[in-house]
């Protein structure tokens, strides 16, 4: 896969705060960024602006493909069993196999409890593990991080940089220092 | 079209009678309730209850297609359900046509259904239970699209559904005017544009719905 991700010159209003401008960023396959940052500094803002899902205040975007994230919300259906509310994204996904993404992630046991009982870090290695459910050359993870245990921290990074090996590209928005050899992008400069 | 079955697989086991989210029912009793309660509060004289009875089913109808609103829309938006869709490239006017048809059937036919003890409870006699039954087929479809329309304007605001009562039923006045009206009139035309009314707030719905949530996420 040829995944890229650029952006020219980006700015972000929030309200009448400018959080950030003239932001340039050019990842192309097997690049990693770790945005970091203070809090309110507009991490999940850039996020959601490289997803497509919010519109710049000012700049351009260019995305070569489909775009897999994982933001603070879940997403899965809480009154329903992981099983079936992972299966209707794997339906959504071109009808693909959960099994394994789950056996991956370790949450495999876990198939008949309702999504609401799960702990938050369950819950969290059942969003990673929609994130497998299809290659997507473009990862965004806006605290993917938080809520894991160290097993689950390390098997997370592990997913990045194979992820990366493999030609894709992933941007990464963490608190924690986190072992990858990823550029670090701080967004208080941008201020 | 694959995706819309999905789509509305979920929606249905989610909100349909037995479904994760388990208030399927409350529409329905509630409209009984109201079938229970009137005689008790207007006297049990048949001909006051026939000739009444018709119009209060038809606001009973109106107030329990209310009442699964809290939870139809706000709940997949704080979860973030609706980014991953559209990181999907599925639109919202895609997941909200689906959520309104699972929407009508989680409440309509049970409605329907129950028109028929509520008639009984009102001594409405054959011909006005028909044309009852007639006038909620054609209506009741209009005020679950003016259902999923104010839930999703409202998604983004707590406490929004003490407000959604407010934002429905002017909306649906006139579904009631011709609903009910078509009680009283010899001819179909009350009927007919009561389902007018409700063709034309389906078609629009998805659209409406869609906007208020794309306009709610930046």
Same mark, same amino acid.
């Given at each position: 896969?040829?995944?890229?991700?650029?952006?020219?010159?980006?700015?972000?209003?929030?309200?009448?705060?400018?959080?950030?401008?003239?932001?340039?960023?050019?990842?192309?396959?097997?690049?990693?960024?770790?945005?970091?940052?203070?809090?309110?500094?507009?991490?999940?803002?850039?996020?959601?602006?490289?997803?497509?899902?919010?519109?710049?205040?000012?700049?351009?975007?260019?995305?070569?493909?489909?775009?897999?994230?994982?933001?603070?919300?879940?997403?899965?259906?809480?009154?329903?069993?992981?099983?079936?509310?992972?299966?209707?994204?794997?339906?959504?996904?071109?009808?693909?196999?959960?099994?394994?993404?789950?056996?991956?992630?370790?949450?495999?046991?876990?198939?008949?409890?309702?999504?609401?009982?799960?702990?938050?870090?369950?819950?969290?290695?059942?969003?990673?593990?929609?994130?497998?459910?299809?290659?997507?050359?473009?990862?965004?993870?806006?605290?993917?991080?938080?809520?894991?245990?160290?097993?689950?921290?390390?098997?997370?990074?592990?997913?990045?940089?194979?992820?990366?090996?493999?030609?894709?590209?992933?941007?990464?928005?963490?608190?924690?220092?986190?072992?990858?050899?990823?550029?670090?992008?701080?967004?208080?400069?941008?201020? | 079209?694959?995706?819309?079955?999905?789509?509305?697989?979920? +929606?249905?086991?989610?909100?349909?009678?037995?479904?994760?989210?388990?208030?399927?029912?409350?529409?329905?009793?509630?409209?009984?309730?109201?079938?229970?309660?009137?005689?008790?509060?207007?006297?049990?004289?048949?001909?006051?209850?026939?000739?009444?009875?018709?119009?209060?089913?038809?606001?009973?109808?109106?107030?329990?297609?209310?009442?699964?609103?809290?939870?139809?829309?706000?709940?997949?938006?704080?979860?973030?359900?609706? +980014?991953?869709?559209?990181?999907?490239?599925?639109?919202?006017?895609?997941?909200?046509?689906?959520?309104?048809?699972?929407?009508?059937?989680? @409440?309509?036919?049970?409605?329907?259904?129950?028109?028929?003890?509520?008639?009984?409870?009102?001594?409405?006699?054959?011909?006005?239970?028909?044309?009852?039954?007639?006038?909620?087929?054609?209506?009741?479809?209009?005020?679950?699209?003016?259902?999923?329309?104010?839930?999703?304007?409202?998604?983004?605001?707590?406490?929004?559904?003490?407000?959604?009562?407010?934002?429905?039923?002017?909306?649906?006045?006139?579904?009631?005017? @011709?609903?009910?009206?078509?009680?009283?009139?010899?001819?179909?035309?009350?009927?007919?544009?009561?389902?007018?009314?409700?063709?034309?707030?389906?078609?629009?719905?998805? @659209?409406?719905?869609?906007?208020?949530?794309?306009?709610?996420?930046?």
């Amino acid at each position: 896969m040829q995944a890229r991700l650029s952006a020219t010159d980006l700015a972000c209003r929030k309200g009448d705060r400018l959080l950030f401008r003239q932001l340039d960023l050019d990842l192309g396959p097997g690049d990693m960024l770790h945005v970091r940052g203070p809090n309110g500094v507009g991490k999940t803002s850039l996020m959601r602006i490289l997803a497509g899902l919010a519109r710049p205040f000012a700049g351009t975007i260019e995305r070569s493909d489909e775009v897999g994230m994982i933001d603070g919300r879940h997403a899965l259906d809480p009154d329903r069993k992981l099983g079936d509310a992972l299966r209707f994204w794997a339906r959504l996904d071109g009808g693909v196999d959960i099994s394994e993404p789950m056996r991956r992630l370790g949450i495999d046991t876990l198939t008949d409890i309702p999504v609401g009982y799960l702990s938050t870090g369950q819950k969290q290695r059942g969003v990673i593990a929609r994130l497998l459910l299809r290659p997507r050359p473009i990862w965004l993870l806006d605290e993917a991080f938080a809520g894991l245990d160290t097993a689950s921290q390390d098997l997370l990074a592990d997913l990045v940089s194979e992820h990366c090996k493999a030609g894709g590209l992933c941007a990464f928005v963490s608190h924690q220092p986190v072992d990858l050899p990823a550029r670090v992008l701080d967004l208080a400069e941008y201020a | 079209m694959k995706t819309f079955a999905i789509l509305l697989r979920r +929606d249905l086991a989610i909100l349909l009678p037995g479904g994760a989210r388990g208030s399927a029912f409350l529409p329905l009793i509630f409209f009984l309730l109201v079938a229970v309660l009137y005689p008790f509060a207007v006297g049990p004289e048949p001909s006051l209850l026939a000739r009444t009875g018709g119009g209060v089913l038809w606001v009973a109808a109106l107030l329990a297609s209310i009442l699964p609103l809290d939870r139809l829309v706000a709940s997949d938006r704080e979860a973030g359900v609706f +980014d991953q869709l559209a990181l999907r490239g599925i639109s919202e006017e895609i997941a909200m046509t689906a959520r309104l048809v699972a929407h009508w059937l989680s @409440f309509g036919p049970l409605i329907l259904i129950a028109t028929l003890p509520a008639a009984a409870l009102l001594s409405l006699n054959g011909q006005t239970f028909w044309r009852l039954l007639a006038s909620l087929l054609a209506g009741t479809p209009g005020l679950a699209a003016i259902g999923l329309i104010t839930s999703a304007l409202l998604a983004s605001l707590r406490g929004g559904t003490a407000l959604a009562g407010l934002l429905l039923a002017p909306i649906a006045v006139p579904l009631v005017i @011709f609903g009910a009206g078509h009680l009283a009139r010899d001819d179909i035309s009350g009927a007919l544009f009561a389902g007018a009314f409700s063709l034309v707030l389906c078609a629009i719905a998805p @659209f409406a719905a869609a906007a208020a949530i794309r306009a709610a996420r930046d």
